[in-house]
T-cell receptor
Framework: DAKTTQPPSMDCAEGRAANLPCNHSTISGNEYVYWYRQIHSQGPQYIIHGLKNNETNEMASLIITEDRKSSTLILPHATLRDTAVYYCIVRVGGGADGLTFGKGTHLIIQP | DAGVTQSPTHLIKTRGQQVTLRCSPKSGHDTVSWYQQALGQGPQFIFQYYEEEERQRGNFPDRFSGHQFPNYSSELNVNALLLGDSALYLC???????????FGPGTRLLVL
């Protein structure tokens, strides 16, 4: 079972920042927080991951709370192409385990 | 730089048949994972292959088997197909012990 909780859906206006929350209250010290997204009928796309520090890349920023029990993915200037299902996943570092996907958040960017 | 590729893109089979799906990993990657995604659900982990051996397996029956070749490409085989095997089958590649998996576009299997 997924170890994360996400809202099933969210709306955001085009050009605004989209903030997607994720709760992972049982996260262990060696587990990373990963974000993937899946645009309709395509394979999931890696966005970003982090352990405890905030992270930023060309796609998004990841803010992890100090107690690591929750995080927020930020898309700074959402476009219509960002409409997708966003998955928050926690996973032990090391690579052997498969990713455990929940149902994710369906983010709809409104024009 | 070639990404993860999968073939075929779509496939229709009947109950009881067998199917083989193929995956070529991203250039430089040595590890392949397979996932099943039913309609409206998140992907479910089937298994992972590294050095031509199954390294980790999810909660799937033995009807699901795989293989990895010396060039790191991989096959997923499903025997005795059931209607419930209808799904999008995703392949993901990575470097062993690195965190990020990169997904292919998937193969959509319909079992009638």
């Amino acid at each position: 079972d997924a170890k994360t909780t996400q809202p099933p859906s969210m709306d955001c206006a085009e050009g605004r920042a989209a903030n997607l929350p994720c709760n992972h209250s049982t996260i262990s010290g060696n587990e990373y927080v990963y974000w993937y997204r899946q645009i309709h009928s395509q394979g999931p796309q890696y966005i970003i991951h982090g352990l405890k520090n905030n992270e930023t890349n060309e796609m998004a920023s990841l803010i992890i709370t100090e107690d690591r029990k929750s995080s927020t993915l930020i898309l700074p200037h959402a476009t219509l192409r960002d409409t997708a299902v966003y998955y928050c996943i926690v996973r032990v570092g090391g690579g052997a385990d498969g990713l455990t996907f929940g149902k994710g958040t369906h983010l709809i960017i409104q024009p | 730089d070639a990404g993860v590729t999968q073939s075929p893109t779509h496939l229709i089979k009947t109950r009881g048949q067998q199917v083989t799906l193929r995956c070529s990993p991203k250039s430089g990657h040595d590890t392949v994972s397979w996932y099943q995604q039913a309609l409206g659900q998140g992907p479910q982990f089937i298994f992972q292959y590294y050095e031509e051996e199954e390294r980790q397996r999810g909660n799937f029956p033995d009807r699901f088997s795989g293989h990895q070749f010396p060039n790191y490409s991989s096959e997923l085989n499903v025997n005795a197909l059931l209607l419930g095997d209808s799904a999008l089958y995703l392949c993901a590649s990575s470097l062993v012990d690195q965190e990020t998996q990169y997904f292919g576009p998937g193969t959509r299997l319909l079992v009638l």
